[in-house]
């Protein structure tokens, strides 16, 4: 089993950044297949931005305002967001996929507004 628990939501002006952290613990030993997906409101869950052992691939709105990365020693999974907009509102969930099973956590919300 593994545990994910998101953080660094909050709310915060057009323009401005926030960084989501997703911990891990758990029977995990690498993060090698990752996402973040967004939930707005009144939509479905939809994927913003996925790290695997090929690379890194962004929705189109998030392309050169969001990143990625995974810390290893750490196993956990981070994405920087800048330049946010009111459409970037939503809950925020990590994923990982491991040993042929999708773990998620409980999300965390993000709201843009001035």
């Known amino acids: 089993q593994v545990q994910l628990v998101e953080s660094g939501g909050g709310l915060v002006q057009p323009g401005g950044s926030l960084r989501l952290s997703c911990t891990t613990s758990?029977?995990?030993?690498?993060?090698?297949?990752t996402g973040w997906y967004r939930q707005a409101p009144g939509k479905q869950r939809e994927l913003v931005a996925n790290?695997?052992?090929?690379?890194?691939n962004y929705e189109d709105s998030i392309k050169g305002r969001f990143t990625i990365f995974v810390d290893s020693a750490k196993k956990a999974v981070f994405l920087q967001m800048n330049r946010l907009k009111p459409e970037d509102t939503g809950i925020y969930y990590c994923?990982?996929?491991?040993?042929?099973?999708?773990?998620w956590g409980q999300g965390t919300q993000v709201t843009v507004s001035s």
């Open positions: 994923k990982i996929y491991h040993q042929a099973t999708n773990y």
């Open positions: 790290f695997t052992s090929y690379g890194t």
């Open positions: 758990g029977n995990l030993f690498e993060i090698s297949d």
